[in-house]
C-alpha cells in the first residue's frame, strides 16, 4: 500500500488541499481509491487495530498526496506540524492513539522520523459516507 494518489477527488464543494506561504492544509481524507471508499463501517472495540491498518494508511497516504501536489520543483515537506485522526469508533473503544499509529508509521517512511509533529486521535459518532476513519494534515514546506 505504497502508492501515493496526489489527485485525491474530493466528495463536495472544496479543495483536498490549500496552500499558503508555506503551510499546506488538507481536506479530511477517507481511506478512498479513485473516489472509492475502499473501507467502511464503525471500528468496534472487539475488532484487532491490525483490522484497521489499511484504512489508516490508505486515508493518510491520500492526505500525503493533497499535500504534496501543492508543492512545485524542488520543494519538500518538511515536517507534519498536525495530523489530525478522526475515527468512526463504538462509544467504548478506547485504542485511537495506538490506532493513529498507523498513520504517523507511514508519514514516517515516506518523510522520516523527524517529520512527526503534533497529533490529535479524536473518536466521533459517524463520519462521511460511513468511513471508519478520516485525516487531516497541516505540513511544512521547504
Same mark, same amino acid.
Given at each position: 500500500?505504497?502508492?501515493?494518489?496526489?489527485? /485525491?477527488? /474530493?466528495?463536495?464543494?472544496?479543495?483536498?488541499?490549500?496552500?499558503?506561504?508555506?503551510?499546506?492544509?488538507?481536506?479530511?481524507?477517507?481511506?478512498?481509491k479513485a473516489g472509492k471508499l475502499m473501507y467502511?463501517?464503525?471500528?468496534?472495540?472487539?475488532?484487532?487495530?491490525?483490522?484497521?491498518?489499511?484504512?489508516?494508511?490508505? %486515508?493518510?497516504?491520500?492526505? *500525503?498526496?493533497?499535500?504534496?501536489?501543492?508543492?512545485?520543483?524542488g520543494e519538500r515537506i518538511s515536517v507534519v *506540524?498536525?495530523?489530525?485522526?478522526?475515527?468512526?469508533?463504538?462509544?467504548?473503544?478506547?485504542?485511537? %492513539?495506538?490506532?493513529?499509529?498507523? %498513520?504517523?508509521?507511514?508519514?514516517?517512511?515516506? *518523510?522520516?522520523?523527524?517529520?512527526?509533529?503534533?497529533?490529535? %486521535?479524536?473518536?466521533?459518532?459517524?463520519? /462521511?459516507?460511513?468511513? /471508519?476513519?478520516?485525516?487531516?494534515?497541516?505540513?511544512?514546506v521547504d
Amino acid at each position: 500500500m505504497i502508492n501515493i494518489d496526489k489527485t /485525491p477527488v /474530493p466528495q463536495g464543494k472544496y479543495l483536498a488541499a490549500v496552500r499558503h506561504a508555506n503551510i499546506v492544509y488538507t481536506s479530511g481524507m477517507t481511506p478512498r481509491k479513485a473516489g472509492k471508499l475502499m473501507y467502511t463501517g464503525k471500528i468496534k472495540t472487539t475488532d484487532t487495530l491490525e483490522s484497521h491498518r489499511d484504512a489508516a494508511e490508505l %486515508a493518510v497516504l491520500n492526505a *500525503l498526496g493533497a499535500a504534496q501536489n501543492c508543492l512545485i520543483a524542488g520543494e519538500r515537506i518538511s515536517v507534519v *506540524l498536525q495530523m489530525s485522526v478522526f475515527l468512526n469508533a463504538e462509544e467504548n473503544f478506547t485504542k485511537h %492513539a495506538k490506532l493513529a499509529d498507523f %498513520a504517523s508509521e507511514i508519514l514516517i517512511s515516506f *518523510l522520516g522520523i523527524k517529520s512527526i509533529g503534533t497529533r490529535a %486521535a479524536i473518536g466521533v459518532a459517524s463520519l /462521511p459516507s460511513n468511513a /471508519p476513519i478520516e485525516i487531516t494534515l497541516v505540513c511544512k514546506v521547504d
